[in-house]
């Protein structure tokens, strides 16, 4: 009877850290959606002086320099080994540089309600490029979990975001790019996962992101910082700390404890958040549609982030 007993502690021990793990890696997921989706109302405000490109570009070099301060203090490593550094400027180009950029400039083209109908899309790109690459076929439970995401998106913007236009095909075509390649991100970097600290991988990869949007906006958008108002500074500030610094932290730190279709999903809340944000930020009441939508993304997201058996990955 001693001898069971032994074994069934020593067997429930991994299953504790495997539960640990998933609600870590939940939490992580989840304060990354919030952090993104409060940085709407404040890009909201600092686009009003600072050009979007340039915001993005000066924030992330902003959050590089800090997070390779911590990365220093916290004594970890910043060297990056030779074999390392294509995927480290693939995953900085595709996590930031494609998914920032992307997104932001198919707001050319698209109102903001389709530009992230298509944008979040992207945990459905995870869950299907997730089998082939880590063999992971998708489940019922990880498929009603998108589908409940992306009906929550759909109630938030409303059926008038699946009406497009042929004059919408740039942005249609951006959008789907940049959910795409963050999607492929995303699983291959669950794939061959890079061997360095949470900062400094955060660091490198932001740093590597920022500086094509940074060139880009200085060229084409002349950005004039000494006319931001003090809230403008502000809205910086909360971008390059919080938005291109922590919430990229906590990104990647998810991205490893979860499933890549789990953490995919955990995203879908970005939006909710955002245009719940935007909305209290205007003095606007609480709608209807937001909260059902916040009710759908966040049954999607508990459904999602309960482990995937082992019997879902193909031979």
């Known amino acids: 009877m001693l001898a069971t007993n032994r ?62 301060a911590l990365a220093a203090v916290s004594r970890e490593t910043l060297t990056v080994a030779r074999t390392d550094w294509g995927r480290l400027v693939l995953g900085g180009l595709l996590n930031v540089t494609v998914w920032m950029g992307g997104t932001t ?25 997730a089998w082939p690459v880590l063999q992971e076929r998708p489940t019922i439970r990880q498929v009603a979990a998108i589908a409940m995401g992306a009906t929550g998106i759909i109630v938030l913007v409303g059926l008038d975001s699946l009406a497009f236009q042929r004059a919408d095909a740039p942005g249609i075509a951006l959008a789907l790019l940049a959910a795409i390649l963050f999607a492929f991100s995303t699983v291959y970097g669950k794939m061959r996962p890079l061997a360095l600290p949470p900062l400094s991988l955060t660091a490198w990869q932001v740093g590597i992101g920022s500086i094509p949007l940074a060139v880009f906006g200085f060229i084409f958008e002349a950005p004039d910082f000494a006319a931001l108002t003090t809230f403008g500074w502000a809205a910086l500030a909360y971008t390059a ?49 937001q909260l059902i939508a916040l009710g759908l993304v966040t049954m999607g997201i508990v459904l999602a982030s309960r482990p995937v058996a082992a019997a879902t990955r193909t031979p």
Do not use: E
């Open 7 to 68: 074994g069934a502690t020593g067997a429930s021990a991994p299953s504790r850290a495997a539960a640990h793990r998933q609600l870590v890696g939940a939490l992580c997921v989840v304060f990354t959606a919030l952090g993104w989706g409060l940085n709407w109302p404040a890009t909201k405000l600092l686009i009003v002086t600072c050009p979007p490109m340039s915001a993005r570009g000066f924030s992330g070099l902003v959050a590089c320099v800090l997070l390779f």
């Open 105 to 129: 400039a198919s707001l050319r083209w698209l109102p903001a309600g389709q530009a992230v109908t298509l944008a979040y899309t992207m945990p459905i790109w995870v869950c299907l490029l």
């Open 241 to 289: 700390a919080i938005s291109m610094g922590l919430c990229y932290v906590l990104w990647f730190m998810a991205r490893s404890r979860l499933s890549a279709p789990a953490a995919a999903t955990g995203t879908l809340l970005t939006p909710v958040i955002g245009v719940i944000a935007s909305a209290l930020a205007l003095g606007d009441a609480l709608t209807w549609n």
